[in-house]
Each structure stands twice: as structure tokens, then as C-alpha cells.
């Protein structure tokens, strides 16, 4: 991102990226118009205006994109939370493909559409993959995650008419000390039941939260830089190694795959396919010279759990 001040509109705002990505931002004195679909308490920053709205309504929200110069688009019900059924697949499906066209067609009612769109998606675009190399242009998957994030990112894709630059971050599962799957995964882990979450030798796409941001604020900054970007570290590895090494890290040993009833009930019902076999590489990050903060592992728990 150039260096100047610049004002975002954020969907997702009150998640867990979405709120590490405002306390980053408005520390480096960008404005910020959070949309959330409940009413936040006022922001003791300045730089932060809280917009109460559903992206997947008509509704006034859309008139704070006037004057934006960047969206970031993270909104979408959890996937981790309620079991799958037709009803809640639906709902999973519904927030982010009409919310993101709502949103696309607002950016193009407003007075000037933003310099770019960052738009959220997910590793699991490339569905169950095994052994094979994933890198941007490789082709999507056909279970039920793979067609949310294919259909999620075509809807994006209608901003483009307008001018707006469009990157689709396809993040692995994101690792913060705030919450999400590591957090879920901890209580397992210390009691000493932790281990591979499926099978040892899949492969488990991650990404810690730092560089989770660092990609928003990277796509931000590389104005040559369209179309989708793998958002995982650079280092392979299996789940086994993933078991092991979060084993060590909160001492307790961890070999033994945690049985999926337990699975399920800690991470829901994406606790089997959390990590379902994926070896994501990334490459655009990689020849574009992306600097990670946390490149391996142990470096990123350590730093977690530290
Ligand atoms: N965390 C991960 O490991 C991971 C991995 C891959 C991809 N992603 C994707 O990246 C995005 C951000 O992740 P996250 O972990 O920060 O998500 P999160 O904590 O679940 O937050 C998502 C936010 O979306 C908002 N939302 C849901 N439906 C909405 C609607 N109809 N209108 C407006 N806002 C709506 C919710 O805000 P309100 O309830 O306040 O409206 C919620 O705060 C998500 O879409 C997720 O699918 C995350």
C-alpha cells in the first residue's frame, strides 16, 4: 500500500482477522468503515466509523462506500460453528455469494469505484487433494467447500468491469492467539489427546495471523498484482508434523489421530475436513517475493503460544 493514509471499507469487521486488521491499520492512521450486522459499541478510535448492516440486504450501508479507496471483503458465516445441514450450508453459501454480489453491485453505484478489491477465500477452493502440488491456476475441487469458495470468488469477480483491481486471498486455516481453529484445538492438545487431525500424512495448509494481514496489506500495496493468491505458508507440511510440533509446544506428547467424535464436537462440523489433504503451495507469494513474518511452524507457535 502506498504510504499515504487511505480509507477501507470492511465486511467481516467484527471476526477475527477482520478486528486484528483494524487495530493494524488505524495504528498507521487509516480510516476504517467497519460494517457488522449488529450494532458495535462506538469506537474509542477515531478512525474507526462502525456501519451496521447485512451485506446480503439492500440497504444503507452502501453509501459509505463513497469515497473509499480500498474494500476488503471478509464477511461470511463461520464455517466452524452448527451442524451442516441443507439449511445451514445454505446459510453459508447465502452470505457470501449474494453478500458479495450486493457489495459488488453497490461498488458500482458508487460516486468512485475503489482502487481495489481484496476479497476473502480459502484453500479449500482446491478441495481434497492428496499429494498434489496446488498453485493459483490449478483447478478448483467439487466438494461442498470447494464450490462455496469457486462461486464465491466469481461472484466477486463482477468488480472488475468497473476498474477495481481484484485479489482473492485463498487463506489456509488461520492461527491466532484470539481464536479460531487454534484456540479450539488447544484444550485437546494440553490434556495430552492431541494428534493428527485426520490423517498424519495429509497435508495441513496454515497461516498465522500476522501474515494473514500481511497478504491483505501486501495486495493492497502490489498494484500489478491481480486474479487469485495462494495465503499459506511456505512450508509443507503433513498433519502428523502439525500434531507433533503443537505437541511440543504446549508439552504434551501428540501421536495418536484425536478421534473424530472429539473432532467434531471441539471444531465442529469442519473438524474432519479441516485439513482435508491439501498441499497448497504459494506460488504467486513466492515469485513476487512476499515477506513472511512466520515462514515455519514452530517459529509461528512459538510465537502463539509464547
Ligand atoms: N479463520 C480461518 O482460518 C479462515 C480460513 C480460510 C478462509 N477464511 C475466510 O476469511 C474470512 C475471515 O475469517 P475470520 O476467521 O475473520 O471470520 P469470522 O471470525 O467468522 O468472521 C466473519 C464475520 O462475517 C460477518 N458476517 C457474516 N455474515 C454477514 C452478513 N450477512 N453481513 C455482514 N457481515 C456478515 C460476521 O460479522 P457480524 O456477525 O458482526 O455481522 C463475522 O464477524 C471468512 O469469510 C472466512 O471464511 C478464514
Known amino acids: 500500500m502506498r504510504s499515504e ?25 487509516h480510516r476504517v468503515r467497519a460494517l457488522s450486522r449488529r450494532t458495535q ?29 480500498v474494500v476488503v471483503n471478509l ?6 460453528e452448527g451442524r451442516w445441514t441443507e439449511t445451514r450450508k445454505e446459510e453459508l453459501r447465502h452470505s457470501r455469494i449474494r453478500g458479495t454480489q450486493r457489495l459488488v453491485q453497490a461498488i458500482g453505484a458508487s460516486a468512485k469505484p475503489p482502487e481495489v478489491l481484496i476479497n476473502a477465500s480459502a484453500s479449500g477452493y482446491y478441495g481434497p487433494r492428496f499429494e498434489e502440488n496446488l498453485v493459483e491456476t490449478s483447478s478448483a475441487g467439487d466438494d461442498f467447500l470447494a464450490s462455496l469458495a469457486k462461486d464465491w470468488e466469481a461472484a466477486a469477480g463482477g468488480v472488475e468491469v468497473f476498474g477495481t483491481r481484484l485479489v482473492r486471498l485463498r487463506f489456509g486455516t488461520i492461527l491466532s492467539a484470539r481464536g479460531g481453529a487454534l484456540l479450539r484445538m488447544l484444550p485437546i492438545f494440553r490434556t495430552g489427546l492431541g494428534g493428527p487431525l485426520g490423517p498424519k500424512e495429509f497435508f495441513a495448509p496454515w497461516i498465522h495471523v500476522e501474515d494473514a494481514m500481511g497478504f491483505v496489506d501486501w495486495g493492497m500495496a502490489q498494484t500489478g498484482l491481480s486474479g487469485p493468491v495462494n495465503a499459506v505458508s511456505p512450508e509443507p507440511i503433513r498433519m502428523g508434523e502439525f500434531a507433533h510440533r503443537l505437541g511440543r509446544a504446549v508439552h504434551r506428547p501428540a501421536f495418536f489421530p484425536v478421534p473424530t467424535f472429539l473432532l467434531k464436537v471441539v471444531l465442529g462440523e469442519m473438524g474432519g475436513s479441516l485439513f482435508p489433504g491439501q498441499r497448497v503451495d504459494p506460488q504467486v507469494a513466492m515469485d513476487r517475493g512476499y515477506p513472511y513474518r512466520f515462514p515455519d511452524l514452530e517459529g509461528a507457535l ?3 503460544l509464547g
Do not use: H, K
Open 41 to 69: 459499541p462506538e469506537s474509542a478510535d477515531p478512525n474507526i466509523d462502525w456501519i451496521c448492516g447485512d451485506l446480503t440486504q439492500e440497504g444503507s450501508w452502501s453509501s459509505s462506500l463513497d469515497g473509499v479507496d
Open 302 to 304: 512459538a510465537d502463539l
Open 5 to 29: 493514509t487511505r480509507t477501507i471499507f470492511l465486511t467481516g469487521a467484527s471476526g477475527l482477522l477482520g478486528r486484528s486488521l483494524m487495530a493494524r491499520w488505524t495504528s498507521v492512521g
Open 75 to 80: 464477511a461470511g458465516e463461520p464455517i466452524s
